[in-house]
């Protein structure tokens, strides 16, 4: 029997949880999970993972991805082991995640931005150049169904097939 890695037992034992049985995928009751492993924010090797997914719209399975980066252990720190994000927005919005607190502010004038473009905004609208930022960029805002989530711009979160779901629930970056 292959041995399941905890973030994926957790991110699994979630999707169990919060998702119902036939649902769209594309729909607001599909759920985006953010999960961390237990270790996730340690300083060990290998120890800032993270483990991202939702239904699959291709396949109506799980979809998930995995990823490195400091990212996930900047969330860990902020006081949070999962995000999950269900519904969908009237508007394009952000998710500000920040010493335990979580509020959703406008992305309006992000919607359409490159990844590196919107990091930078990110960083100026809140005055630290040291925000890590999971984003997408164009292509997930249309559902393009091989677009990635971005963190740090230069790490990307490719594996899966969950990136439209973004776009549906008008979301532009979560940091």
Same mark, same amino acid.
């Given at each position: 029997?292959?041995?399941?890695?905890?973030?994926?037992? #957790?991110?699994?034992?979630? #999707?169990?949880?919060? &998702?119902?049985?036939?649902?769209?995928?594309?729909?607001?009751?599909?759920? &985006?999970? #953010?999960?961390?492993?237990?270790?996730?924010? &340690?300083?060990?090797?290998?120890?800032?993972?993270?483990?991202?997914?939702?239904?699959?719209?291709?396949?109506?399975?799980?979809?998930?991805?995995?990823?490195?980066?400091?990212? $996930?252990?900047? &969330?860990?720190?902020?006081? #949070?082991?999962?995000?999950?994000? +269900?519904?969908?927005?009237?508007?394009?919005?952000?998710?500000?995640?920040?010493?335990?607190?979580?509020?959703?502010?406008?992305?309006?004038?992000?919607?359409?931005?490159?990844?590196? +473009?919107?990091?930078?905004?990110?960083?100026?609208?809140?005055?630290? +150049?040291?925000?890590?930022?999971? $984003?997408?960029?164009?292509?997930?805002?249309?559902?393009?169904?091989?677009?990635?989530? $971005?963190?740090?711009? $230069?790490?990307?979160?490719? +594996?899966?097939?969950?990136?439209?779901?973004?776009?549906?629930?008008?979301?532009?970056?979560?940091?």
């Amino acid at each position: 029997m292959p041995k399941i890695h905890r973030r994926n037992r #957790f991110y699994c034992l979630l #999707f169990v949880e919060e &998702l119902k049985a036939g649902i769209d995928a594309l729909g607001p009751d599909n759920k &985006l999970i #953010f999960a961390l492993g237990p270790v996730t924010g &340690l300083s060990l090797p290998g120890a800032s993972r993270n483990c991202v997914g939702a239904k699959s719209p291709l396949t109506g399975g799980i979809a998930k991805a995995e990823v490195g980066g400091s990212w $996930m252990a900047q &969330l860990k720190r902020a006081g #949070f082991d999962a995000i999950i994000i +269900e519904g969908k927005a009237e508007k394009p919005v952000y998710i500000w995640v920040h010493d335990g607190e979580a509020s959703i502010r406008d992305a309006s004038h992000l919607w359409g931005k490159e990844t590196k +473009e919107t990091q930078g905004s990110i960083r100026s609208e809140l005055g630290d +150049e040291h925000i890590h930022v999971a $984003m997408i960029g164009p292509a997930g805002e249309n559902q393009v169904l091989f677009a990635c989530i $971005m963190e740090a711009v $230069m790490i990307r979160q490719r +594996e899966a097939v969950w990136v439209p779901l973004w776009a549906p629930k008008i979301l532009k970056p979560l940091q």
